[in-house]
Protein backbone atom coordinates (compact mmCIF):
# COMPACT_ATOMS: atom_id res chain seq x y z
CA UNK A 1 0.00 0.00 0.00
CA UNK A 2 2.62 2.26 0.85
CA UNK A 3 4.68 1.88 -2.31
CA UNK A 4 1.36 2.89 -5.33
CA UNK A 5 1.28 5.95 -2.58
CA UNK A 6 4.68 7.17 -2.88
CA UNK A 7 4.55 6.40 -6.78
CA UNK A 8 1.58 8.95 -6.87
CA UNK A 9 3.33 11.45 -5.03
CA UNK A 10 6.92 11.23 -6.99
CA UNK A 11 4.36 11.66 -10.12
CA UNK A 12 3.16 14.74 -8.42
CA UNK A 13 5.90 16.17 -7.53
CA UNK A 14 7.57 15.67 -10.87
CA UNK A 15 4.46 16.76 -12.66
CA UNK A 16 4.18 20.09 -10.35
CA UNK A 17 7.92 20.97 -12.01
CA UNK A 18 8.37 22.98 -14.93
CA UNK A 19 10.18 21.54 -17.76
CA UNK A 20 13.74 22.85 -18.37
CA UNK A 21 14.99 23.87 -22.03
CA UNK A 22 18.17 23.64 -23.16
CA UNK A 23 19.78 26.98 -24.38
CA UNK A 24 22.13 27.09 -27.20
CA UNK A 25 24.82 29.95 -25.96
CA UNK A 26 26.43 31.62 -29.19
CA UNK A 27 30.76 31.62 -28.84
CA UNK A 28 33.72 29.54 -28.50
CA UNK A 29 34.79 27.48 -26.51
CA UNK A 30 38.14 29.03 -24.73
CA UNK A 31 40.64 26.06 -25.80
CA UNK A 32 39.85 26.79 -29.49
CA UNK A 33 40.37 30.35 -29.10
CA UNK A 34 44.24 31.76 -30.76
CA UNK A 35 46.33 34.77 -30.13
CA UNK A 36 44.51 36.91 -32.23
CA UNK A 37 41.16 36.47 -30.72
CA UNK A 38 39.54 39.03 -29.32
CA UNK A 39 38.65 37.37 -25.88
CA UNK A 40 39.93 38.61 -21.72
CA UNK A 41 43.37 37.17 -21.18
CA UNK A 42 44.13 34.08 -19.04
CA UNK A 43 45.91 36.39 -17.12
CA UNK A 44 46.23 40.42 -16.60
CA UNK A 45 48.53 42.05 -13.92
CA UNK A 46 49.75 45.03 -13.06
CA UNK A 47 52.69 46.28 -11.45
CA UNK A 48 54.62 48.87 -10.91
CA UNK A 49 58.52 48.99 -11.00
CA UNK A 50 60.73 51.87 -10.31
CA UNK A 51 59.59 54.87 -12.33
CA UNK A 52 56.95 52.61 -14.19
CA UNK A 53 53.93 51.47 -14.15
CA UNK A 54 53.52 47.79 -16.07
CA UNK A 55 50.51 46.11 -17.20
CA UNK A 56 50.58 42.74 -19.44
CA UNK A 57 48.46 40.51 -20.90
CA UNK A 58 48.31 36.62 -21.96
CA UNK A 59 46.67 35.50 -24.88
CA UNK A 60 44.46 33.07 -25.47
CA UNK A 61 42.68 31.94 -22.23
CA UNK A 62 44.71 28.65 -21.64
CA UNK A 63 47.84 28.45 -23.51
CA UNK A 64 48.54 25.00 -25.08
CA UNK A 65 51.59 22.90 -25.98
CA UNK A 66 52.29 23.71 -30.18
CA UNK A 67 49.34 26.27 -29.85
CA UNK A 68 50.34 30.09 -30.91
CA UNK A 69 50.59 32.58 -28.09
CA UNK A 70 50.72 36.07 -27.32
CA UNK A 71 51.63 38.72 -24.55
CA UNK A 72 50.99 42.45 -24.45
CA UNK A 73 53.03 44.91 -21.67
CA UNK A 74 52.59 48.20 -21.90
CA UNK A 75 54.33 50.44 -19.53
CA UNK A 76 53.93 54.22 -18.48
CA UNK A 77 56.07 56.09 -16.78
CA UNK A 78 54.45 57.48 -13.25
CA UNK A 79 54.88 60.92 -12.85
CA UNK A 80 54.63 61.82 -16.48
CA UNK A 81 52.04 58.95 -17.58
CA UNK A 82 54.66 58.58 -21.02
CA UNK A 83 54.25 55.59 -22.70
CA UNK A 84 57.61 53.60 -22.33
CA UNK A 85 59.73 54.30 -25.81
CA UNK A 86 62.74 51.68 -25.66
CA UNK A 87 63.39 47.95 -26.75
CA UNK A 88 61.97 45.31 -24.34
CA UNK A 89 63.38 41.89 -24.42
CA UNK A 90 61.18 39.10 -23.86
CA UNK A 91 63.10 35.76 -21.97
CA UNK A 92 61.81 32.09 -20.67
CA UNK A 93 62.80 29.64 -18.12
CA UNK A 94 61.18 26.66 -16.43
CA UNK A 95 59.75 27.51 -13.31
CA UNK A 96 60.38 23.97 -10.96
CA UNK A 97 61.00 23.39 -7.19
CA UNK A 98 64.23 22.70 -8.20
CA UNK A 99 65.52 25.81 -9.46
CA UNK A 100 64.45 28.06 -12.38
CA UNK A 101 66.34 26.02 -15.84
CA UNK A 102 68.24 28.22 -18.34
CA UNK A 103 67.05 31.65 -19.53
CA UNK A 104 66.53 31.79 -23.29
CA UNK A 105 65.49 34.66 -25.27
CA UNK A 106 62.22 34.02 -27.21
CA UNK A 107 62.20 37.31 -28.70
CA UNK A 108 63.17 41.33 -29.05
CA UNK A 109 60.08 43.99 -29.44
CA UNK A 110 59.88 47.62 -30.21
CA UNK A 111 56.45 49.21 -29.20
CA UNK A 112 53.92 48.85 -31.94
CA UNK A 113 50.50 51.87 -30.61
CA UNK A 114 52.58 51.96 -27.00
CA UNK A 115 52.46 48.34 -27.01
CA UNK A 116 55.12 45.38 -26.72
CA UNK A 117 53.31 42.28 -28.20
CA UNK A 118 55.50 38.78 -28.59
CA UNK A 119 54.43 35.93 -29.76
CA UNK A 120 55.49 32.17 -28.05
CA UNK A 121 54.87 28.64 -28.73
CA UNK A 122 55.49 26.29 -26.40
CA UNK A 123 56.38 22.67 -27.48
CA UNK A 124 55.91 21.15 -23.72
CA UNK A 125 53.17 21.93 -21.32
CA UNK A 126 54.57 22.94 -17.86
CA UNK A 127 54.71 26.05 -15.67
CA UNK A 128 57.56 29.01 -16.68
CA UNK A 129 58.51 32.50 -15.93
CA UNK A 130 58.68 35.25 -18.64
CA UNK A 131 60.72 38.16 -18.17
CA UNK A 132 60.39 41.63 -19.53
CA UNK A 133 63.87 43.61 -19.85
CA UNK A 134 64.34 47.19 -20.84
CA UNK A 135 66.02 49.99 -20.09
CA UNK A 136 64.45 53.58 -18.96
CA UNK A 137 66.59 56.31 -18.01
CA UNK A 138 69.87 55.04 -17.49
CA UNK A 139 68.46 52.29 -15.79
CA UNK A 140 67.73 48.70 -16.10
CA UNK A 141 64.38 47.26 -15.52
CA UNK A 142 63.17 43.49 -15.45
CA UNK A 143 59.56 42.13 -14.60
CA UNK A 144 59.01 38.20 -14.18
CA UNK A 145 55.30 36.96 -14.32
CA UNK A 146 54.29 33.33 -14.53
CA UNK A 147 53.23 31.28 -17.63
CA UNK A 148 51.16 28.30 -17.11
CA UNK A 149 50.76 26.23 -20.66
CA UNK A 150 48.67 23.15 -21.09
CA UNK A 151 47.13 21.26 -18.20
CA UNK A 152 50.37 21.01 -15.26
CA UNK A 153 50.66 18.47 -13.14
CA UNK A 154 48.62 18.03 -9.98
CA UNK A 155 50.55 16.36 -7.99
CA UNK A 156 53.91 18.11 -7.96
CA UNK A 157 56.54 18.17 -5.67
CA UNK A 158 54.67 19.64 -2.79
CA UNK A 159 51.45 17.12 -3.61
CA UNK A 160 54.06 14.22 -3.28
CA UNK A 161 55.31 15.81 0.35
CA UNK A 162 51.82 16.06 1.09
CA UNK A 163 50.95 12.30 0.71
CA UNK A 164 53.83 10.93 2.24
CA UNK A 165 53.31 12.98 5.06
CA UNK A 166 49.73 11.89 5.40
CA UNK A 167 50.56 7.92 4.80
CA UNK A 168 53.26 8.28 7.71
CA UNK A 169 50.78 10.49 10.21
CA UNK A 170 47.96 7.54 9.31
CA UNK A 171 50.49 4.84 9.87
CA UNK A 172 51.30 6.16 12.83
CA UNK A 173 47.53 6.93 14.00
CA UNK A 174 46.49 2.79 13.31
CA UNK A 175 50.57 1.64 15.35
CA UNK A 176 48.94 3.92 18.10
CA UNK A 177 45.33 2.59 18.21
CA UNK A 178 46.91 -0.85 18.07
CA UNK A 179 48.92 -0.91 21.19
CA UNK A 180 45.72 1.26 22.90
CA UNK A 181 43.62 -2.22 22.30
CA UNK A 182 46.49 -4.40 22.99
CA UNK A 183 46.76 -2.83 26.35
CA UNK A 184 43.26 -2.28 27.30
CA UNK A 185 43.01 -6.08 26.72
CA UNK A 186 46.01 -6.87 29.13
CA UNK A 187 44.82 -4.54 31.41
CA UNK A 188 41.15 -5.97 31.20
CA UNK A 189 42.57 -9.26 31.73
CA UNK A 190 44.84 -8.72 34.29
CA UNK A 191 41.52 -7.48 36.18
CA UNK A 192 39.70 -10.14 35.52
CA UNK A 193 42.25 -12.37 36.91
CA UNK A 194 43.01 -10.59 39.89
CA UNK A 195 39.28 -10.51 40.69
CA UNK A 196 38.53 -14.19 40.45
CA UNK A 197 38.20 -15.47 44.27
CA UNK A 198 40.06 -19.02 45.46
CA UNK A 199 37.97 -21.10 47.42
CA UNK A 200 39.01 -23.54 49.95
Known sequence: MRRPVRLFGLWVILGWCSIGHAHHILGRPAYSLNEDSNTPPSMQVETQIGDYRV????????????????????????????????????????????????????????????????????????????????????????????????????????????SILAAILIGVSIAQRKRINREKVRSSGKKSTSGKRVRR
Do not use: C
Open 55 to 162: SYMVYPAFPRPDGPGRINLYATHLDTTEPLNSVVTFTVREDNWLGSGDEEVIGTQVPGDSVYRQGFVFKEAGDYIITAKFEAGGESYQVDFPLRVGDSSPAGLIGVLV
